[in-house]
């Protein structure tokens, strides 16, 4: 079964801190990986997303990610943290072919102090 | 394009009573989603359409709930005879796919707390 881990379970850090979100999937076949936001009093929002191709990806608000297909891992990235990043993020995955279900993690909380 | 809505937002119930949910997805996504949240825990997935189709039901959806998506535009996710350990936040989600076996983006709505006493 798929499952998606989530290393860090709280995060705290000032502004202008680099970040790093640890996630790592369990699959063996060919998948899309996703890392949600959910920011205070807000709903499930998409950052970015991989399917193929550039295993780096870029996403909103300075976020990127990083495919390596072979520590099955998609770690989030931001260079300087706001305090505007304070929220709850999510990686995700589901089965590229056909399966669209997607499998979270228990989630990662950032905290930022300014 | 108004985003996923869900609606009540909120939902206190009684041990026993049946409780519905509605969803309305972005306009012209064909796929909807239906996921459990509870407190700690990532989204978890209960069951998906394709159009009116419900393609997929998740172990975790037994006997008491039902999902419809009865024209292939909004969806109801009924619970019959609630339990305590049904108090969760459900949320759902919609996407737009190309083909059956196309990659999709899920866009999620605010959800809907339901609290089971």
């Known amino acids: 079964a798929q499952s998606v881990s989530q290393h860090n379970h709280h995060v705290i850090l000032s502004e202008a801190a680099s970040l790093e979100l640890g996630c790592n999937y369990s699959?063996?076949?060919?998948?899309?990986l996703f890392w949600y936001v959910q920011y205070p009093g807000q709903h499930l929002q998409l950052l970015l997303k991989?399917?193929?191709?550039?295993?780096l990806v870029k996403g909103i608000k300075g976020f990127e990610a990083e495919f390596i297909k072979s520590k099955f891992s998609f770690n989030l990235r931001k260079p300087s943290v706001q305090w505007s990043d304070t929220a709850e993020y999510f990686c995700?995955?589901?089965?590229?072919?056909?399966?669209?279900?997607?499998?979270f993690g228990k989630g990662t909380t950032l905290s930022v102090s300014s | 394009d108004t985003g996923v809505s869900q609606d009540p937002r909120h939902k206190i119930t009684k041990r026993g009573q049946n409780v519905t949910f509605r969803c309305d997805p972005i306009?012209?996504?064909?796929?909807l989603y239906w996921y459990r949240q509870t407190l700690g825990q990532g989204p978890e997935f209960l069951t998906y359409?394709?159009?009116?189709?419900?393609?997929?039901k998740s172990r975790l959806l037994s006997d008491r709930f039902s999902a419809e998506r009865p024209k292939g535009s909004f969806s109801t996710l009924e619970i019959q005879r609630t339990e305590q350990g049904d108090s969760a936040m459900y949320l759902c989600?919609?996407?737009?796919?190309?083909?059956?076996?196309?990659?999709?983006?899920?866009?999620f709505g605010p959800g809907t707390r339901l609290t089971v006493l």
């Open positions: 359409f394709q159009n009116e189709a419900q393609l997929e």
């Open positions: 995700a995955v589901n089965r590229r072919q056909a399966g669209t279900a997607l499998i």
């Open positions: 699959y063996g076949g060919t998948v899309n």
């Open positions: 989600a919609s996407s737009f796919a190309g083909g059956p076996l196309s990659a999709d983006t899920q866009y």
């Open positions: 306009s012209e996504h064909n796929r």
């Open positions: 991989y399917f193929s191709g550039d295993p």
